[in-house]
């Protein structure tokens, strides 16, 4: 598929980058039963706050209505946290102040824990128009369980799907993390083929990162986990994303696969591709043109801010030189299917050096040239493999970059 949001057009010898029409909005639901061992997202497993966390949402939610009156949301995402793990009456009152967000006819995801997906919860989820669900399955087997400190039943994903579809009309998405020494990736890619030809439409799949402050990270520190947990956890996930390219997935962002391109998860694909994004809710971020923020992250911060005397909630913003929004443009788009516009690129580096770039990468097997529309770098399952150091190599050659 060839999206519509990745145009470039000359204005005055420029050429400039026109973003996806409309807002993407997300919902940061910052509620889980209990915490994972690698999670570093600022989650509470108390329900104390959940009624002043839902009136704070309702506050900020009314004050974005009018910005949105005038860019209509055009997909609404509601992450955590687990949304679903909310008990049913929260889950309804979210649901209601959330009514006039939804976007009219776009596509609506929630993400949720499998064993949230009760006989009540699915009910309410059934009434969601073009509902997308991103199910955090996270790992199999035993093993890979207990390294992440996920307590939820060692289910079958194959299970949980056929289980499903019948319950309820949705695009179903799953996600999964490869871990290290312990990670069976054959068995991974037989369970992926399985759900492949049972119909799951998304399937997205990260390597293990312990990031700083969690569980994982102080097992590290103390010599709990292999040396190179990381290092294995990255060459399964390699191994992965090759074998599902070859079952038939279309790759179309470095950890994200659709079933076809109809499936790919559209606000996502929104967001990288520099259109305006509003987030809502703790740790939650905006972007509108070059002005982006980002929400306080602690729950109790969100809930005092929004009270008092109703403020924004934000913790950090900041406005993008221009020469900072072509870096993250190249960055994102490099990431996706559909490439850089090579125009574009060269456009904005030294055009010499960047062209010597692009034709070292193709011969080298780690990127190609797709001229369906525009002429487009676009990277191969390899070059994605060595993405940072590609894009490295075209940060240097922009202005003021001090190479
Ligand atoms: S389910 Fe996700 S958000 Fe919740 S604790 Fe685990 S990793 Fe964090």
């Given at each position: 598929m060839r999206t519509n949001q990745m145009n470039f057009r000359t204005d005055s010898g420029e050429t400039r980058t026109l973003r996806p029409p409309g807002t993407a909005v997300y919902v940061q639901v910052p509620f889980c039963p209990e915490r994972c061992d690698?999670?570093?997202?600022?989650?509470?497993?108390?329900?104390?706050?959940?009624?002043?966390?839902?009136?704070?949402?309702?506050?900020?939610?009314?004050?974005?209505?009018?910005?949105?009156?005038?860019?209509?949301?055009?997909?609404?995402?509601?992450?955590?946290?687990?949304?679903?793990?909310?008990?049913?009456?929260?889950?309804?009152?979210?649901?209601?102040?959330?009514?006039?967000?939804?976007?009219?006819?776009?596509?609506?995801?929630?993400?949720?824990?499998?064993?949230?997906?009760?006989?009540?919860?699915?009910?309410?989820?059934?009434?969601?128009?073009?509902?997308?669900?991103?199910?955090?399955?996270?790992?199999?087997?035993?093993?890979?369980?207990?390294?992440?400190?996920?307590r939820s039943e060692d289910l079958s994903p194959v299970l949980l799907l056929e289980d499903l579809r019948p319950r309820l009309e949705a695009s179903l998405s799953m996600d999964f993390i490869c871990t290290g020494e312990d990670f069976d990736s054959e068995g991974f890619l037989e369970v992926a083929e399985a759900l492949f030809l049972r119909g799951l439409d998304h399937l997205s799949v990260y390597p293990l990162v312990i990031e700083e402050r969690t569980v994982l990270s102080l097992r590290k520190e103390q010599g709990r986990t292999g040396e190179s947990l990381e290092e294995a956890a990255a060459e399964n996930w390699r191994r992965v994303c090759s074998g599902l390219v070859r079952q038939g997935w279309f790759r179309y962002e470095v950890s994200n696969f659709a079933r076809d391109p109809g499936r790919?998860?559209?606000?996502?694909?929104?967001?990288?591709?520099?259109?305006?994004?509003?987030?809502?809710?703790?740790?939650?971020?905006?972007?509108?043109?070059?002005?982006?923020?980002?929400?306080?992250?602690s729950i109790v911060d969100y809930v005092r801010m929004s009270g008092a005397g109703n403020r924004h909630p934000t913790g950090h913003r900041e406005v993008l030189l221009p020469e900072e929004e072509e870096i993250e443009h190249l960055y994102t788009n490099l990431r996706l299917f559909s490439g850089v516009s090579v125009r574009w690129l060269?456009?904005?580096?030294?055009?010499?050096?960047?062209?010597?770039?692009?034709?070292?990468?193709?011969?080298?097997?780690?990127?190609?040239?797709?001229?369906?529309?525009?002429?487009?770098?676009?990277?191969?399952?390899?070059?994605?493999?060595?993405?940072?150091?590609?894009?490295?190599?075209?940060?240097?050659l922009f202005p003021g970059s001090g190479e």
């Amino acid at each position: 598929m060839r999206t519509n949001q990745m145009n470039f057009r000359t204005d005055s010898g420029e050429t400039r980058t026109l973003r996806p029409p409309g807002t993407a909005v997300y919902v940061q639901v910052p509620f889980c039963p209990e915490r994972c061992d690698y999670c570093s997202i600022p989650v509470s497993a108390s329900r104390s706050l959940t009624g002043d966390y839902l009136d704070a949402l309702a506050r900020e939610v009314d004050r974005v209505r009018p910005f949105l009156s005038s860019r209509p949301p055009v997909s609404l995402y509601v992450g955590g946290g687990s949304p679903t793990s909310l008990p049913v009456e929260d889950f309804d009152r979210l649901l209601s102040i959330l009514s006039t967000v939804f976007p009219q006819g776009g596509e609506v995801t929630f993400e949720s824990r499998p064993e949230a997906l009760t006989k009540e919860i699915v009910d309410r989820l059934r009434t969601i128009r073009s509902l997308r669900l991103s199910l955090g399955v996270e790992s199999l087997g035993k093993a890979s369980m207990a390294l992440l400190g996920r307590r939820s039943e060692d289910l079958s994903p194959v299970l949980l799907l056929e289980d499903l579809r019948p319950r309820l009309e949705a695009s179903l998405s799953m996600d999964f993390i490869c871990t290290g020494e312990d990670f069976d990736s054959e068995g991974f890619l037989e369970v992926a083929e399985a759900l492949f030809l049972r119909g799951l439409d998304h399937l997205s799949v990260y390597p293990l990162v312990i990031e700083e402050r969690t569980v994982l990270s102080l097992r590290k520190e103390q010599g709990r986990t292999g040396e190179s947990l990381e290092e294995a956890a990255a060459e399964n996930w390699r191994r992965v994303c090759s074998g599902l390219v070859r079952q038939g997935w279309f790759r179309y962002e470095v950890s994200n696969f659709a079933r076809d391109p109809g499936r790919v998860c559209r606000h996502n694909l929104h967001v990288w591709q520099g259109g305006d994004y509003l987030g809502l809710g703790p740790g939650a971020h905006q972007k509108t043109g070059i002005v982006r923020y980002e929400n306080v992250l602690s729950i109790v911060d969100y809930v005092r801010m929004s009270g008092a005397g109703n403020r924004h909630p934000t913790g950090h913003r900041e406005v993008l030189l221009p020469e900072e929004e072509e870096i993250e443009h190249l960055y994102t788009n490099l990431r996706l299917f559909s490439g850089v516009s090579v125009r574009w690129l060269l456009s904005r580096t030294e055009s010499g050096k960047a062209q010597e770039a692009i034709d070292e990468f193709v011969r080298s097997g780690l990127a190609r040239i797709d001229s369906t529309d525009t002429e487009s770098f676009v990277l191969t399952g390899e070059g994605l493999c060595v993405l940072d150091a590609i894009a490295s190599r075209f940060f240097a050659l922009f202005p003021g970059s001090g190479e």
